[in-house]
């Protein structure tokens, strides 16, 4: 596709032009999430199919994305990012077409899959593009930009999910989303400079196949048996041969990445104090707030009694937070260093996780907000400042594959953070004689079961905050520069000769 393209390079606000095409796609991205999310109930009762069949047209699409994240983000360094990029959108546009036409259940699951391979092509490749399109020393503020347009993306999916489902029918929600996924390429190929964005890695062109073979058995056995475990028990048999499958694939792959002459993720970065510690503290973030998201609503509609729209007003603030703090900590983190804005985040987020494990049966709402408030600023004040830490540990020539590591980190402590939190909250409900399933919650309800269900949620944020003390902790002992420091030579420098 060659449209004609304005020639904005030499304007001095380029970097806001080139951000704002990319971010029509990032809102595309998670807009289409939220939506689709809304609009499954409707899909369930047009197929006649129950609710947990019809979420895998969700969870089949998270699944590929995230298992493709960390091959595609080499792809995109190997032959441009610009070109995976809008590859990415016209696999997104025909997965949309197709799946609008669905005629069962499952023929949409298998075309939303396909819109996922997709999404993993423009998920982090656009990450990578936008935190390029900025000086070095700009980065968090690039990073915290698009949390703006993510938390965007969040409030107002569900809002056009709703609205589109209720006058045009779920079949919209796809129509939508392509057009505007054509919006965005349209965005890409008017604004992005071919050459600049389009600019190949400087090392070898050559793809790890092995190691992206073994990535991907990695990753889809962690998320299976995480997605599995709370629900079917840690000791049913497929869920053991899944663990079992886990760590023979992460065995294989580090041994596989430390011998190939151009790897999937070179594995020697992380001996480097500065990322890994970033890193863990990502993964523990990630895992301690996302229970929040999960079950907050839970407590409001079982145990506060509030309608699924009431709860998501009551949520609204805490985005408008995280969209507010994310780029303040971006630009401030980019002028006065990294440290107190990823460590103040992290307060921020402790702080209104240990308001939330004082609930009771009958906490006022503005409590939930509060805290709320709390814990989503304190996520726009720490990712900023440790996304561009980890992007600062690498060249550029190497910003798709860590841009596609870190929404993987993003994914994976998320389905984390939910499998854990569900699993003590129904641990604690069938250690007091009730069913451990928080499906029955809302579906039996009574007295007992809902102070059940509270002793549980308040057991789990104590241990979700104590997480986040320990991400705490790894952000302050890390130091607060800028990138790889000076001190502690990068992972291509301290790479030795293949022995491949």
């Known amino acids: 596709m060659n449209l004609p393209r304005l020639d904005l390079s ?96 499952n023929v949409l699951i298998v075309f939303k899959i396909l819109q996922g391979v997709g999404g993993s092509m ?192 009551i949520i609204v603030p805490s985005a408008i937070a995280m969209i507010v703090a994310g780029p303040i900590s971006g630009r401030l983190s980019d002028r006065y260093g990294l440290r107190r804005f990823t460590v103040g985040g992290l307060v921020l987020s402790t702080a209104g996780l240990l308001i939330l494990s004082t609930l009771t049966e009958s906490s006022p709402v503005m409590l939930v907000i509060v805290a709320l408030v709390f814990q989503m600023s304190g996520n726009g004040t720490f990712y900023p400042p440790n996304n561009a830490s980890i992007l600062g540990s690498v060249p550029e020539s190497k910003y798709g594959v860590m841009s596609g590591f870190v929404n993987l980190i993003r994914n994976a402590g998320n389905i984390t953070g939910i499998a854990v939190g569900t699993a003590i909250v129904t641990a604690t409900m069938a250690s007091l004689g009730f069913l451990p399933s928080l499906s029955a919650v809302s579906e039996v309800g009574g007295e007992e079961i809902i102070t059940a269900f509270v002793a549980g949620l308040r057991i789990t944020y104590k241990i979700m905050a104590t997480l986040m003390v320990a991400s705490m902790v790894l952000s302050f002992i890390r130091g607060g520069g800028q990138g790889t420091p000076a001190n502690e030579p990068s992972a291509e420098a301290t790479r030795p000769a293949s022995t491949a």
Do not use: C
């Open 10 to 105: 030499q304007n001095r606000h380029y970097k806001w032009w080139a951000f704002f095409a990319i971010a029509v796609g990032t809102f595309t991205s998670v807009a289409d999430f939220g939506s689709l999310i809304v609009a499954l109930p409707t899909i369930s009762a047009h197929f006649g199919t129950d609710l947990p069949t019809t979420q895998w047209v969700m969870i089949g699409y998270s699944l590929t994305i995230s298992v493709l994240l960390l091959p595609m983000g080499r792809l995109s360094d190997i032959i441009g990012r610009r070109r995976v990029y809008i590859m990415g959108f016209l696999i997104f546009i025909v997965g949309g077409v197709l799946a609008s036409t669905a005629q069962s259940i």
């Open 122 to 313: 423009t998920q982090g490749t656009g990450m990578a593009m936008a935190v390029t399109a900025f000086p070095a020393n700009e980065r968090g503020q690039a990073l915290g930009s698009s949390i703006t347009v993510v938390g965007a993306g969040n409030i107002l999916g569900p809002v056009l999910g709703g609205l589109i489902v209720g006058a045009l029918g779920w079949r919209w929600i796809f129509y939508t989303s392509v057009i505007l996924s054509v919006v965005s390429i349209s965005a890409v190929l008017l604004v992005l400079d071919s050459k600049r964005f389009s600019r190949r890695g400087t090392g070898s062109a050559a793809f790890d196949w092995p190691g992206a073979a073994l990535s991907t058995g990695a990753l889809l056995s962690f998320l299976l048996v995480m997605t599995s475990g709370p629900r079917l028990g840690w000791t049913f048999p497929p869920v053991m041969v899944g663990i079992a499958l886990l760590v023979i694939f992460i065995a294989l792959f580090i041994w596989w990445e430390q011998r190939v002459s151009a790897p999937l993720m070179d594995l020697r970065m992380f001996r480097s104090r500065f990322v890994s510690m970033a890193v863990g503290a990502q993964f523990l973030s990630f895992v301690g707030n996302s229970s929040v998201r999960f079950l907050i609503p839970f407590y409001l509609q079982a145990v506060l009694r509030y309608s699924p729209q009431q709860i998501g007003l």
